[in-house]
Structures are given as structure tokens and as C-alpha cells.
């Protein structure tokens, strides 16, 4: 069950201190538009993403609401507000709209905002919500990279994760992708599924790769509460992911896909190239700008981050009465920040700036360097690059080199 953050209350007319505003632009801080679509054909047991079965809160309006959002950014922003240099829909499953709304609201933040030359724009799809015909007129439209949900090529880790698409329909749909003409084309696959045995994830990667995908993102298993999936860990139905499983699973994630030619970028994504890079969620890590739109959707602007109501009857409500639907909003001190900075950064493959870090700091991750956590060449060469172990414990790191 998706939840929101504390925060405090945000201005009616969602207006942002002058002093975020002074960051748009910059050359180090690339600006993203973010549309989440919250509809999904069902709800899947692990899920706990805002999202909403259509007829429970039907989708009908959803594009005239995602305008009047834009408007409002539009307005906060002014004239300061850059071209868009990544567009992301995601969700929930957004090819539940039709291919003319997508494009609906393509046009609209073109509209609003304009597109930056060679913008990346992204949507996420469920293999069973795309055909060729929809790809078809996505591609027309602008769309330049698509990111399909795989999940798995066991048919019983399928089962247990409530996805119903065939093993093999991901792979079907990467490559009527390829053949619309989609620039990118990305694989998403959670590994450490209750009863997904070595053979099972090894079998996932090798599917996933036949595809011949410019991109794979590889996620652990998260039982989140309050969805079907703990509830049946909690019964007994299901036992609980494994540490040592879930270690295993990555380090054949980067085998398999190292050898194949796709490389780590981020602890969770590998690509072939860096031009394959999802740089919508480069621009996250790197600290850079955008404007979520949508419920439940977040921002950030300048060192303020703010979230939107969850619920989509709520959301077209505040717009519809010119409100911004933002349900808070924080601006996390040096302390924090500190901290996001250094878990960001170690997370991708450039690593963290040495320099960025105290001398006590420095100091420990030179040992983590000597206990095989940290790569010793970077380091010497004024940064913290993790190695696969390294990546495994990535948290651990970052709260000790943030601390």
C-alpha cells in the first residue's frame, strides 16, 4: 500500500521559494518531466506502487487532469523553466491508455515546456498492454524508449508474482519494439521470488537477452508491507527472500550479463553502452530537477522535494479547483542532504568524489577498500567505486561514509 512521506504543508498554488528557482537551468542539474499513470489491469501481490484498477477509479479525464497539472508547473516555474530533457511515463502500466492519449500528454508537456534536442522519452508497459500497432503509433508519436515489465521467464514465478503475460510474450514485445523503431529498449527482472530456484534466474537472464535489450534493470525481491505477498509470508504460505539467495542472484546477474556485453551503471541496471543509460533516472541520481505529475507523483526543484495526493478522484479535484495537489513538501537539511549525496553517488559506476567526503570518512573507505568493498584504483584516483560485494552492501557503505 503506497504511503506518503511527512512534510510540511506546500502553498495552495504550489509556488516554490525563489532561491529553487535560481537552479533551473544549470548545466549540472538536467531538467525531466514525470507522469505517473496509476492504472493497472490488476494488482500485482508484491506491489505496493500507488495504483488503481480501472472501474475501482476509472481513467476517463486522466489526460485533461495531467494538463492542468502542467499548466500549474508552467506557471510556478515561469520562464525559468528549461526545455525537457527526459519525459518519463510510468506507473502502474501507462499503455492502458490509449496510444492517442499517451501522445495526448506527450504534446502537452511539448506544449508546456518544449522538448530539448534528442530528449529521451520513456514509457514503461506491461508485456500483455503493447501490440505492434500501439508501438507503432507510441514511436510516431515521440516516444524514443520503452521499459517493459519481465519479471521472470519461470512460468511459476510468474504465478507467485500475480503477472500474467507467458514467459515468453516480454521478449515478443522487445522486439516488435526494436521493429517500430524504439531507440531503446529496457528489461525489468526481480530476482529472489519464494520458490525461483538458481536454474529459474539463470534461465530469466538468458530469455532476457535473446531479446537483445540495450538495457536491463535486475531488482531484488522486496516483501513491502501491507500487500498480498506479505500477507502470505506472514501465513506461512511463502517463506521470506534469503540474504544469501538474494546475494547469489546478483552476482549472477553480473556475470551473465557482463559476459554478454552489458555493464553496471547503477547497483541495479546494466546497459551496453553509457548512450543506453536511462537518463530520466540519471538525472534522480545526479541531483538534477523535475516535476512529477500525477497522484502520488514527486518533485524536486532545486533542493525542494514535494508529493502529490495519492488518490486520482482527489488529484483532479485540487486541479479542478485550481489548487496544487501537492500533499507536502520538505527541504532536508545539510545533514541530509549529505547523506542522499553520498548514497547516490556510490551507487553508480563513476562513484563518489574522494574530496567530497571528511577526513574520517576518507579514512574508512580506504578500509573498505582493503576489505574488498571498494575498488582500489578508483580510490587512488579520488574516487569510491564499489565492487560487486561492494554492491551488495551498498547501504552499509554509504551509511558508514555518510555518517
Known sequence: MARLPDGERPPADGALPAAALRSLGAPERPFGVYVHVPYCASVCGYCDYNTYIPGEAAPAGFAPAVEAELDLARAVLGDAAPPAQTVFLGGGTPTLLAPAELAQILEAIRARFGLAPGAEVTTEANPESVDPVALAALREAGFTRISLGMQSAAPHVLETLDRHHTPGRAVAAAREARAAGFEHVSLDLIYGT????????????????????????????????????????????????????????????????????????????????????????????????????????????????????????????????????????????????????????????????????????????????????????????????????????????TLALAG
Open 194 to 397: 519464494p520458490g525461483e530456484s538458481a536454474a529459474d534466474w539463470r534461465l530469466s537472464l538468458e530469455t532476457a537477452l535473446q531479446a537483445e535489450p540495450d538495457h536491463v534493470s535486475a531488482y531484488s525481491l522486496i516483501v513491502e508491507p501491507g500487500t498480498r505477498l506479505a500477507a502470505r509470508v506472514r501465513r506461512g504460505e511463502l517463506p521470506a527472500p534469503d540474504d544469501d539467495v538474494l546475494a547469489d542472484r546478483y552476482e549472477t546477474t553480473e556475470a551473465v550479463l557482463a559476459a554478454a556485453g552489458l555493464h553496471w551503471y547503477e547497483v541495479a541496471n546494466w546497459t551496453r553502452t553509457d548512450a543506453d543509460r536511462c537518463h530520466h533516472n540519471m538525472g534522480y541520481w545526479a541531483g538534477g530537477d523535475w516535476w512529477g505529475v500525477g497522484p502520488g507523483a514527486h518533485s524536486h526543484v532545486g533542493g525542494v522535494r514535494w508529493w502529490n495526493v495519492l488518490h486520482p478522484t482527489r488529484w483532479t479535484a485540487m486541479l479542478e479547483e485550481g489548487r496544487s495537489p501537492a500533499a507536502g513538501r520538505e527541504q532536508p537539511d545539510d545533514d541530509g542532504a549529505r547523506l542522499e549525496h553520498v548514497m547516490l553517488a556510490v551507487r553508480l559506476k563513476e562513484g563518489l568524489v574522494l574530496d567530497d567526503l571528511d577526513h574520517d570518512a576518507r579514512a574508512t573507505a580506504a578500509q573498505f577498500a582493503q576489505d574488498g568493498l571498494v575498488e582500489p584504483e578508483p580510490l587512488s584516483h579520488g574516487r569510491v567505486v564499489l565492487t560487486v560485494r561492494g554492491r551488495l552492501l551498498a547501504d552499509r557503505v
